[in-house]
């Protein structure tokens, strides 16, 4: 995060069953929350109660726009009507910034809706590089790309995920999303090392952190977004804020959401840890 | 030798969408797990993460159905039919269809109807946005205008015929029944307009003339055309009828722009 961005804060998921609370007890559990992410495709339907809700929301909260349907590393061209919708959202709520994540979602038009894993590989990289290229041209501002989290790993893959991720950021003049839960999430299904994963990515380009919960199934873990932040992933939070100084953070809950009042609290959770950790790099 | 990009992604997504091989050769295994385990991964979080999605839009459909019959009919639905949209919000708009030509389900006509019950109401929600007019906006149109008036209506309103009670049904599950009574054959179609109010889904039946008459006003009939084929059936008091209808579409906000 550069010096000249003011730091944005805490914030969490905006989800359908807070709206009501967000918007009638002002001085309640909200009032904790720095801003919120909206998932973009969510809000990108013609008017309605969506479109209500989000817009009295943003008059009370800054906003930041995260997606699943860039597809930035598939073959099939990128969504021109997507990237339409996505950029009259934008217009309209003025995000502080846009993300999605590094993946594929469909072939031939067929869409999974599902955050499928890429190969490492120089093709890849090209391929991706381009593509945010593209992206950034038509959003006409830089996008932050999230380390995925994934289930099974490619033969072909030979550049480590962390390194891909810098030369992506690097190369394509773009900014990187953290997700440490994913890191620690694949880390554990491909045996590697979270720490060093950390090490890699260039501290300049990450605007913004993700943290959530995950399922672990014991040969694997599936990143389910469905309970609260387990200790190692608060640790390895923590290691992150050593490594790359102050980051906009958030919690993501995306199933058995709780009432809002539990997930501020868990953000309460992540200002401690921030601010143990910033204390002890100072 | 490596695999180029594009047969990587046709292998892994045969695999989940078709049933094609998992693509084994290209995929690694850990020391937990092989290769096909974890490629299972996506090929069950497809279907379920599709059948959630229809779930959440057909929650009475799934009530009536039960679970494991809804999970039958969203499993034969999305063996057969593929998201083409980016979002998947508009994965059920073939549903009702779907379920009114599948062989294994087109025998129980309550099953479609519930579904384009549903997606109706769903529709309704996330319309566009209009500003309906009121009276006022009528005082200025001059009498010789009135045969030719059009109207725009606010794009939430739908019409739905329906000749099972699913209204009602998915009302009762709305409201939290534990026991909703189960959708009956009527002896006659009901039409019924659906339409949002603000952010409130509103809809009610409509009886005699008015299906027809808001039909051929909603394609840009005349109001003179409209009153018209009113007097067929109801000879010198049509232009009573129709201006009965035209008060209370005004009055439900449905009508958003006129056109003299």
Request: include cysteine; charged fraction near 20%.
């Amino acid at each position: 995060m550069t010096s000249s961005e003011e730091f944005l804060g805490f914030g969490l998921g905006l989800r359908p069953p807070h709206y009501e609370e967000i918007l009638d007890d002002p001085d309640g559990p909200s009032s904790r929350v720095d801003w919120f992410e909206i998932i973009s495709e969510n809000y990108l339907v013609p008017g309605g109660k969506p479109i209500h809700y989000l817009d009295r929301i943003r008059e009370r909260f800054p906003l930041v726009m995260h997606g699943v349907s860039l597809s930035i590393g598939s073959v099939d061209p990128l969504d021109q009507d997507y990237l339409t919708d996505l950029k009259a959202l934008a217009d309209r709520i003025e995000p502080e910034w846009i993300s999605d994540h590094l993946c594929w979602t469909g072939f031939q038009g067929v869409n999974t809706h599902d955050l499928l894993p890429l190969p490492y590989t120089e093709e890849t990289l090209d391929h991706v590089v381009a593509r945010v290229g593209q992206v950034q041209d038509v959003l006409g501002r830089q996008i932050l790309i999230e380390n995925p989290s994934t289930y099974v790993g490619f033969t072909d893959s030979v550049i480590p995920e962390a390194e891909f991720m810098a030369e992506i950021a690097n190369r394509a003049d773009c900014l990187i999303l953290l997700d440490v839960n994913n890191i620690y999430v694949s880390a554990f299904n491909h045996e590697f090392d979270a720490h060093a994963y950390l090490v890699a990515i260039p501290p300049k380009r990450v605007r913004q952190i993700h943290l959530a919960g995950h399922s672990n199934e014991g040969s694997h873990i599936v990143d389910t977004h469905d309970r609260a932040v387990i200790d190692p992933v608060w640790s390895l939070y923590a290691d992150a804020l050593r490594l790359l100084g102050p980051v906009p953070t958030m919690i993501e809950r995306d199933a058995d959401i709780p009432p809002l009042s539990d997930l501020v609290t868990e953000l309460d959770q992540a200002r401690a840890v921030a601010g143990a950790a910033l204390a002890e790099a100072a | 030798m490596t695999t180029p990009l594009t047969e990587t992604q046709a292998l892994f997504h045969d695999f989940i969408i078709n049933d094609g091989p998992p693509p084994v050769a290209i995929t690694r295994s850990t020391e937990r797990a092989t290769a096909e385990d974890l490629l299972s991964i996506y090929y069950n979080g497809y279907r379920l993460c599709m059948l959630e999605a229809i779930g959440d839009d057909f929650p009475s459909l799934k009530i009536f159905l039960g679970d494991k019959a809804f999970d039958a009919l969203g499993r034969d639905y999305i063996s057969q039919v593929r998201s083409k949209h980016y979002s998947i919000r508009w994965y059920g708009q073939g549903f009702a269809a779907f379920i009114s030509e599948s062989p294994q389900w087109r025998d129980r006509p309550e099953l479609a109807e519930l579904a384009t019950w549903e997606w109706t109401l769903g529709k309704a929600t996330d319309a566009a946005d209009a500003e309906p007019l009121d009276f006022s906006a009528f005082a200025a149109v001059s009498p010789e205008d009135w045969a030719g008036l059009k109207f725009q209506f606010h794009p939430s309103l739908s019409i739905v015929d329906l000749l099972w009670t699913a209204p009602a049904f998915r009302q009762a599950v709305d409201d939290g029944a534990t026991s909703p009574a189960l959708p009956e054959l009527l002896d006659a179609p009901i039409s019924w307009a659906i339409w949002r109010d603000g952010t409130v889904i509103l809809y009610r039946s409509m009886a005699d003339d008015e299906p027809t008459a808001l039909a051929a006003a909603m394609s840009g009939t005349t109001f003179g055309d409209v009153c018209e084929a009113l007097a067929e059936t109801q000879s010198d008091q049509a232009g009573e009828i129709a201006g009965g209808y035209l008060r209370a579409w005004v009055e439900h906000g449905w009508i958003t722009a006129i056109e003299a």
